[in-house]
């Protein structure tokens, strides 16, 4: 099993492998730091993918909240997080598309809470 991952800040990604892997050395993690390159791979993932974790805002012509409704679109039906240091998505934009959201700064115990259990 893996977690798909979104982010494009190098230190968080770093932090987000290291915290993963202490907490549990068996999930891999397969990152992307644009969400093109996220849709790119899910139209033949090399991994089962589990739970995924985006970041809003990435760089790129497609942020993590347009990847998550296009995977939804295409039937994906594993659980999504969103992460962003900025506003939490509307309400009914968050529902519709059946998101989780971890805000930032998120702590260690965060992901242990939330995403481990899924992957």
Request: charged share 25%; glycine share 4%.
């Amino acid at each position: 099993m893996a977690i798909l991952h979104l982010e494009d800040d190098l230190m968080l990604t770093e932090i987000f492998a290291e915290a993963i892997e202490a907490l549990d050395e068996s999930i891999s993690i397969v990152h992307f730091a644009k969400g093109t390159d996220v849709l790119d791979y899910m139209e033949n993932p090399t991994e089962t993918i589990s739970v995924c974790f985006f970041d809003i805002r990435v760089r790129g012509t497609v942020d993590g909240l347009e990847v998550a409704k296009q995977l939804r679109e295409k039937g994906f039906d594993k659980p999504i997080f969103m992460s962003s240091a900025y506003e939490k998505p509307e309400s009914n934009v968050m529902e519709s598309l059946n998101l989780g959201w971890i805000p930032k700064p998120w702590q260690i115990t965060d992901l242990a809470k939330q995403i481990l259990p899924l992957a």
